[in-house]
């Protein structure tokens, strides 16, 4: 059990939903956060059977006293339900704890998520910071970050087995597409796109379908926060910028067991864009515990001019560039220069798989693993 950055304290008045992906830790997180509290699991049939039909018997599932959390799990299988936890909380007072796979696939079944009366979190995967010591690179970037795959004895079949989960439980019960086979030929193909503009013709064309069912489906990955994709960086934009937005899977582990690997493929490719989704979970991560309110881009020139992040805060404007090399080049800082030009109040950083931190050009280069250790520091102390 690793401790977990995100907090919810005790003694909140608050109600909450908690959003993440399957298998994150949310679960585990509010059993072992509130032991003593109500714990509601929608995916126990008799208790979904009754509370489908009937959401008013809610009440009979909870004691009298009203300063006790009431946690709702898997929220998203009875939207109903939260009419009455409106209800609940505007009557009673009571608080409530709702996890779920995602707040869009709630409002695109008409719920209104309790009008603003419940603060939204999110669960990640694990973070380095999460993990310490024992956090090792190697393995996480073969494996990922799922809580799950640290203990299993066979990470790489939990893999499969979590892919197929997902897609049966979450895609296909939702009715999300009746074309199962197809969306995991998607998928497959879309994790080329890991790291990449996204192309929805050339997608379209591999997948052999057209783009606005594409584009559907990156919509659905989206929705059930298994997937990101971020826009180009254009603000007060003093050149002709490229305009695809980048995609992203929410976990390096995933995307190495859906990326199809063959002699052809280039595994130094492979793992550089394995590296690069890395460091965007972890910071996307450390970003939503930390409530820093920072806004993701990449930039990029219509002449490949590249840097690969930009957060985008209240106060603070960095840039990042990522090498999965041990040395640095000055090529290698051509990007972040040329950001610089253009945005002289950014702080850019280079982060690379090196040993030491270097300065170069006013630019800040960091080994790789310090970087994962000092994210909640960089992107508070900026």
Wanted: with cysteine; charged share 25%.
């Amino acid at each position: 059990m690793y401790p977990r950055l995100l907090k919810i304290a005790n003694n909140s008045q608050e109600s909450y939903f908690l959003f993440g992906p399957r298998g994150v830790g949310k679960t585990t997180w509010v059993k072992n956060n509130f032991p003593s509290d109500t714990y509601i699991d929608l995916l126990e049939q008799n208790i979904f059977f009754d509370l489908s039909a009937n959401p008013q018997h809610l009440k009979r599932y909870f004691p009298v006293e009203a300063s006790k959390w009431i946690i709702i799990d898997e929220i998203q299988k009875i939207p109903a339900l939260l009419n009455e936890v409106h209800r609940l909380i505007e009557h009673e007072k009571r608080k409530f704890i709702l996890t779920g796979s995602s707040a869009r696939s709630l409002r695109k079944k008409g719920v209104n998520l309790l009008a603003g009366r419940a603060l939204q979190l999110t669960m990640h995967p694990l973070t380095a910071i999460e993990q310490g010591e024992q956090f090792n690179l190697g393995k996480t970037l073969l494996y990922g970050q799922l809580p799950k795959v640290k203990t299993s004895n066979d990470p790489k079949l939990y893999l499969q087995a979590y892919i197929n989960m997902y897609l049966r439980e979450e895609v296909l019960q939702e009715g999300l597409t009746r074309n199962m086979q197809l969306f995991y030929r998607f998928l497959e193909i879309a994790s080329f796109a890991h790291g990449e503009q996204i192309n929805l013709s050339a997608i379209a064309r591999e997948v052999g379908v057209n783009q606005k069912l594409i584009a559907s489906y990156f919509d659905i990955l989206e929705d059930l926060l298994i997937a990101k994709r971020i826009k180009i960086f254009t603000k007060r934009a003093k050149r002709r910028l490229s305009h695809h937005p980048k995609f992203y899977l929410f976990d390096v582990g995933v995307y190495k067991i859906l990326r199809p690997k063959g002699p052809l493929d280039s595994i130094s490719e492979i793992n550089g864009h394995a590296l690069e989704g890395l460091f965007f979970q972890e910071i996307s991560a450390i970003n939503a515990y930390l409530k820093a309110e920072y806004e993701f881009y990449f930039w990029r020139t219509s002449n490949q001019i590249e840097v690969d992040f930009i957060a985008y805060g209240p106060k603070s404007l960095l840039a990042f560039e990522i090498k999965s090399s041990t040395y640095v080049d000055k090529k290698n800082l051509t990007g972040l220069k040329a950001f610089k030009t253009d945005y002289p109040m950014a702080k850019c950083y280079l982060i690379y798989l090196g040993e030491h931190c270097q300065y170069i050009d006013n630019i800040e280069i960091i080994p790789f693993n310090k970087a994962l250790m000092s994210l909640d520091k960089l992107l508070i102390s900026n």
